[in-house]
Antibody
């Protein structure tokens, strides 16, 4: 059974940093591109970032480019999201998700999701 | 800017009725890149349909997807109590993944 377990969410002040982790199990981690997707009641679901199986291809939403960094450790079956320069508008539930492809350019949809971790940016 | 617009915002129906949910793209898209998700309160989204019309593994056949170009539809025939949820469409294009704002199907 595919399991994705996010962690690292917290209450942080604007401008500070946070690192999210997503521990994967139940599947061959490096067979899949991976993503972070966030959700707020106001803006709904928003794709944040994606990474292909060997970290050669990485993409970011315009809203986070230059502030967030996605990475993965295939030996540890773990996906990360380093979030720097956090803003109030980054407050959201953050999900990690798999795509049914190794390659980002063929990662058309999200076939498995974790339960999410809450990031709150507030002073 | 590419936008997916879902309608209606809320659909109030009774169990046993059919639901028709719309997703309109701001420009013509490849059907292969259109997906639908279901999200229940307190849960993460679940993939229902990909490639506009292919059910994901384990999804009951009362869920069906159709459409092409700019107009796509998710149909739920004979609503079951567990189908009352929020439904999102999603598109992939040029290394950007875009979601619609969602349609809530609630019980009348």
């Amino acid at each position: 059974e595919v399991q994705l377990l996010e962690s690292g969410g917290a209450l942080v002040q604007p401008g500070r940093s946070l690192r999210l982790s997503c521990a994967a199990s139940g599947f061959t981690f490096d067979d899949y591109a991976m993503h972070w997707v966030r959700q707020t009641p106001q803006k709904g679901l928003e794709w944040v970032s994606g990474i292909d199986w060997n970290s050669d291809d990485i993409g970011y939403a315009d809203s986070v480019r230059g502030r967030f960094t996605i990475s993965r450790d295939n030996a540890k079956n773990t996906l990360y999201l380093q979030m720097d320069g956090l803003r109030a508008e980054d407050t959201a539930f953050y999900y990690c998700a798999t795509s049914p492809s190794q390659w980002l350019v063929r990662a058309y949809n999200f076939d498995n999701w974790g339960q999410g971790t809450l990031v709150t940016v507030s002073s | 800017e590419f936008v997916l617009t879902q309608s209606p915002g809320t659909l109030s129906l009774s169990p046993g009725e059919s639901a028709t949910l719309s997703c309109r793209a701001s420009q013509s898209v490849e059907s292969s890149y259109l997906a639908w998700y279901q999200q229940k309160p307190g849960q993460s989204p679940r993939l229902l349909i990909y490639g506009a019309s292919t059910r994901a593994p384990g999804i009951p056949d009362r869920f069906s997807g159709s459409g092409s170009g700019t107009d796509f539809t998710l149909t739920i025939s004979k609503l079951e109590p567990e189908d009352f949820a929020v439904y999102y469409c999603q598109h992939y294009g040029s290394s950007v993944w875009t979601f619609g704002q969602g349609t809530k199907v609630d019980m009348k």
